[in-house]
């Protein structure tokens, strides 16, 4: 998925990735970056710091809040404080323009490689016999499974990755917030009711714990 505001750079891109037999997605839309990252779920990320309306860094925050995907950062900036917030902020690797076309192919394969074999852990995460598959927002416990909305799944994935540490609801309401709806306590409550609720009929109770003030925690 290349987010890149720069039409000839992210042409030229992709059409030297497609020779490398890469489907890729450009993206041209700077105000949806989420909502198109979650509709096409690409195995990684090439992100421009300077976009319209939100820099690379803030769609890094959500895009990290809620995928491992790995994120190459793309950018005339040159300042070690702008590769050092690039990493900071989720990123996996920096390139500089203007960079060599076999350079930038040669990074993206390394990452690929790197963090891509294709096991099955990497397309769900499991806990006490919970497994949540990633590629279809689907929880399954036992013989037993069920779909969840686009928040009740991104609510579990977040905890999931956090399992034995306390949530703030502070930080799922970020991981939730859609490009043009932000959403508020009451909201993230009722998400987090409704997601007990289909764990419960599961068969699995208590799966979510309360920490009064703090957040929430799967143990």
Not at 127 to 133: F, M, P, S, T
Not at 159 to 179: F, P, T, Y
Request: glycine residues 4%.
């Amino acid at each position: 998925m290349i987010v890149e505001d720069d039409a000839k750079i992210r042409s030229i891109v992709a059409d030297t990735l497609r020779k490398w037999q890469y489907d890729v997605v450009e993206i041209d839309q700077f105000d949806q970056i989420t909502a198109l990252f979650e509709k096409h779920l690409p195995h990684l990320v090439l992100l421009d710091i300077n976009l319209p309306i939100f820099d690379g860094f803030y769609w890094c925050q959500h895009i990290r809040a809620i995928s491992k995907v790995p994120i190459l950062f793309l950018s005339s900036r040159n300042q070690n404080m702008d590769i050092i917030m690039a990493m900071n902020m989720g990123g996996d690797d920096f390139v500089q323009k203007p960079f060599d076309l076999d350079v930038l192919v040669a990074k993206v394969n390394a990452l690929l490689r790197r963090n891509y074999t294709y096991q099955e852990e990497q397309l769900q995460l499991s806990h006490r016999q919970l497994v949540l598959n990633l590629s279809n927002s689907t929880v399954q416990y036992g013989n037993q499974a069920t779909e969840l909305s686009r928040n009740e799944f991104i609510i579990l994935q977040v905890m999931m990755r956090h399992i034995g540490k306390i949530v703030s609801r502070e930080e799922l309401m970020q991981a939730l917030w859609n490009d043009d709806q932000f959403i508020d306590d009451n909201t993230l409550t009722v998400n987090v009711n409704r997601l007990r609720r289909k764990i419960a009929m599961l068969g699995l109770e208590e799966f979510i714990a309360t920490r009064k003030g703090m957040g929430y925690m799967i143990e």
